[in-house]
């Protein structure tokens, strides 16, 4: 089978990518998660499920609003940050969404479903590829299956561990790979708000409590992979200390996570096969927020393929200028926010920060 366009991954930059596509163009989008099944999720994404504004104003520019299947209860208005190195909380107002990330998936892939040129296979999953004469040739093991398939163009969607990335990109261009552990409690009394922890015996990333309707996610994005469930550990204990009440703990999750420290790590196209997302680098350093980026790189994808498939390259590097600007300035914030001195000044003189009331 020869298609014009091949997409590995049908997250939020592989499934936008397919959606805005020319209708011109033969595309095939895989995805190893069973995303367009209505049956249980084999892997749900592991993710914190939070749409920040940058995101919202993205779907909006898409003319797009969540349908209520994907919002996720509760709403909150604030986040609680805990700094353990120095001993401060403050809290901050805060507008994020609250969203069953495997369903905000399934949602987006149900866009790109209705179009005549897009091909899904989902359970699919990629496993090589190689250049033929002016054409691509890729393995994919689908549905138990090794199948071979052609393409002009192979786009790596495939997120932060991404396969493609690693076979087109050069090793010393790899951005800092942290493991994400997340863990799912019961719980027995509602959080009134979103919780971040910045401590440096766990992390010189930051870990993080967020409620799903009965739940609280607790999750921390960690360096040292070896002993990240040691720290992990140690920071549920240090959060019970806190007075935080975690029931029984139902699910245990992994993923990898890009933290991309300077533009090199950011990396586009090699000749006919494309990276987005964040298999191509873009995620925030000082928040680890994906899905605005993952939107926002698909649809320049998108635009730059559909005014020429040949010539995309320079046209794609030149529309995402901004975004790898906006990268390069989280950076900057970053070198603040997680060196505990100058986290210190900024928490003590209580910019931007609010009072809440302290009976609840
Ligand atoms: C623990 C954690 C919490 C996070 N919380 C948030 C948050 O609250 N808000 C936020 O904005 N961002 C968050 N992020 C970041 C965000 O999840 C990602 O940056 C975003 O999902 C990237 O979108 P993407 O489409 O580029 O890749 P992904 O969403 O990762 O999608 C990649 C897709 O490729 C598929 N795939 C991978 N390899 C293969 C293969 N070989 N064959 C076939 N398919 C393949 C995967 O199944 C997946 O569907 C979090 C990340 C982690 C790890």
Not at 228 to 248: A, P, V
Request: proline share 2%.
């Amino acid at each position: 089978m020869i298609y014009d366009i091949v997409i590995i991954g049908a997250g939020p930059s592989g499934s936008t990518l397919a959606r805005i596509l020319d209708k011109k163009y033969k595309v095939l989008l895989i995805d190893k998660r069973n995303l367009k099944d209505k049956e249980e999720f084999k892997s749900p994404k592991c993710c914190g499920g939070l749409l920040a504004p940058d995101a919202q104003k993205v779907l909006a520019q898409f003319r797009l609003g969540l349908p209520k299947e994907v919002i996720v209860g509760p709403q909150m208005f604030s986040v609680r940050a805990i700094d353990f190195d120095n001993e401060i909380q403050k809290y901050y107002q805060r507008h994020y969404i609250n969203v069953d990330r495997e369903k905000f998936d399934r949602w987006l892939l149900s866009l790109t479903l209705i179009r005549d040129n897009v091909e899904i296979k989902t359970s699919c999953i990629f496993k090589d590829y190689k250049e033929i004469e002016d054409k691509i040739e890729v393995e994919i093991y689908n549905n138990g299956v090794t199948e071979k398939i052609y393409t002009r163009l192979l786009i790596g969607a495939d997120g932060g561990a991404s396969k493609v990335r690693r076979m087109i990109v050069e090793d010393y261009k790899e951005p800092d790979l942290y493991i994400s552990i997340q863990k799912w409690y019961e719980l027995s009394r509602e959080l009134p708000h979103f919780v971040s922890i910045f401590d440096d015996e766990v992390t010189d990333f930051y870990s993080w409590i967020i409620q799903k309707e009965n739940y609280a996610i607790v999750g921390s994005a960690i360096f040292d992979s070896h002993d990240g469930n040691e720290k992990f550990e140690k920071l549920i204990d240090k959060l019970r200390l806190r007075g935080y009440k975690f029931g029984k703990c139902v699910k245990s999750e992994g993923a990898w996570i890009m933290r991309p420290r300077n533009l090199k790590q950011i990396n586009l196209f090699k000749e006919n096969v494309a990276l987005t997302g964040e298999a191509a680098g873009f995620i925030s350093p000082s928040s680890a927020e994906g899905i605005s980026y993952a939107l926002r790189s698909g649809a320049i994808l998108a635009e730059s393929i559909n005014r020429s498939i040949e010539k995309y390259g320079l046209y794609y590097k030149n529309k995402t200028f901004k975004l790898r600007m906006n990268i390069f300035l989280k950076n900057l914030k970053s070198i603040l926010m997680y060196n505990k001195f100058t986290r210190n000044l900024i928490m003590k003189t209580g910019v931007l920060s609010m009072e809440v009331d302290k009976k609840n």
